[in-house]
């Protein structure tokens, strides 16, 4: 923020970058305030909701006439986010989530034991044992890469890369960034009753529990409805308003240019001609106009703000903002169930069932199974390279808004390819039908 020394008595400008879920807290706690703050949000498309944005369904194929697209669900810690819903009169959905990770002979699941999880029981009591040594010693092995942790305690790599990895993978959503991620999270995931996935960590299945979670409201509604509330409050909302670049900061403020823009139908503008692509040349006419604020919020993704920040972004702006690395993944919203049977599994299948771990009698899961499995989260492992990933919903079988019972062919998936550069010559991309898919976004 670049501040500016005026009389306490008067209003500072602001001015909010981003109208996401950080961009609409923001310009909501400072609109609690409006003897102090002058608020005006702004976003380069033209809806509130970033990331998180509801698409329409065909109703009569489906069963329901939208869908969340982005962000579905999240866990019950999530108490401000909660509080926001509540405050706007929605509320989120409880469901206790059903996993199904791998294929065939890799498959596992939360839900019922598999004869991956009874080829692996000596590695899976010896993995438990390791999360009490590493919650021991927390700060000794806090931030060593998970795939570092899995071969100082000898783990086979079948294990790690079919068991360990879609753990992580499920809640963070690190794709396959995960064997990278700090092995404090995968124990905390284990260990910790308030926010642990897994927890309590089971010494035979390894994850044995139901997490409860929950799945959020229409985001097009919600956000929309937040939108009104903001400018109740005084709040100056302009969609399809981009900033190109901060022109000036300094102790009086601070100067941006911003072009307006033309909404689409879908209300996704494309990137304009101010962002760097490699193909598209959106809007290269549209005229910038200079407006001064007394601050700036930036809550855009770290690319974006080391961007418009040029030239005024100082050192260490630039080096915390370049550090974060990003990948062209794609997600792929369809409805090809043979797609689905093709690569993941999605019913129960006594074959892949066995009857007792490790001496120890699994009936009352495996009939629980028989009767209600249906999986809501699924992660592929590559058999070109099994630490490789590829994540997908059934977003019918997780958002509460579908019918109870909707045939399987009828069913909306969302399929996640992981970093196009680096991996996309394992993605399976072209093998969904081309008149099944419902949208594509990067």
């Not at 494309?270 to 919020?297: I, K, R, T």
């Not at 260490?316 to 797609?339: C, M, N, P, Q």
Request: aromatic share 12%; hydrophobic share 40%.
């Amino acid at each position: 923020m670049a501040t500016n020394r005026r009389s306490k008595s008067e209003r500072k400008r602001v001015l909010v970058v981003g109208a996401g879920a950080a961009g609409m807290s923001c310009a909501h706690h400072l609109a609690n305030h409006p003897d102090k703050f002058d608020v005006t949000l702004i976003d380069a498309v033209d809806y509130c909701g970033g990331q998180a944005f509801s698409i329409p369904l065909d109703k009569e194929r489906h069963g329901t006439s939208w869908l969340n697209q982005g962000v579905q669900g999240g866990s019950c810690i999530f108490h401000h986010t909660m509080t926001m819903f509540a405050r706007q009169g929605y509320h989120a959905d409880p469901v206790k989530l059903q996993v199904s990770f791998g294929k065939d002979d890799v498959f596992w699941s939360n839900v019922f034991p598999t004869q991956l999880l009874a080829r692996h029981q000596m590695e899976i009591k010896r993995f438990k044992r390791m999360l009490t040594i590493v919650r021991w010693f927390e700060l000794f092995f806090a931030l060593i890469p998970i795939k570092i942790l899995m071969k100082m305690f000898f783990f086979s790599d079948e294990f790690t890369n079919t068991v360990v990895l879609p753990m992580v993978a499920l809640f963070l959503g690190t794709g396959n960034a995960t064997p990278e991620v700090p092995s404090i999270i995968l124990e905390r995931l284990c260990t910790s009753p308030t926010y642990g996935m897994w927890y309590p960590a089971d010494k035979l299945s390894v994850a044995s529990n139901l997490p409860p979670m929950v799945v959020f409201p229409k985001f097009s509604d919600f956000y929309e409805s937040w939108r009104e509330d903001l400018e109740s409050k005084g709040v100056n909302v302009r969609l399809s308003t981009e900033l190109t670049k901060v022109a000036k900061r300094d102790k009086d403020g601070v100067i941006v240019k911003l072009i307006k823009r033309t909404p689409t139908s879908d209300a996704h503008n494309p990137n304009s001609a101010w962002v760097p692509q490699e193909d598209g040349n959106v809007e290269p006419n549209a005229q910038e106009v200079e407006e001064h604020y007394d601050e700036l919020v930036l809550c855009v993704l770290a690319d974006t703000a080391k961007r418009i920040l040029q030239p005024t972004a100082s050192f260490r702006e630039k080096r915390v903002l370049g550090s974060a690395k990003f990948s062209d993944d794609i997600t792929v919203t369809h409805w090809d169930s043979d797609y689905m049977k093709k690569h993941y599994e999605n019913f129960y299948n006594p074959e892949q069932v066995v009857a007792t771990l490790s001496g120890v009698d699994q009936t009352t899961r495996v009939q629980m199974a028989q009767k209600s499995f249906k999986p809501m989260y699924y992660i592929k492992m590559y058999d070109q390279d099994r630490s490789k990933l590829e994540m997908c919903f059934d977003c019918t079988n997780y958002q509460s808004q579908f019918p109870p019972e909707v045939s399987f062919d009828k069913h909306v998936f969302q399929t996640i390819y992981l970093n196009k550069h680096r991996d996309g010559h394992l993605w399976p991309i072209d093998e969904i039908e081309e008149s099944k898919i419902i949208r594509k976004d990067w």
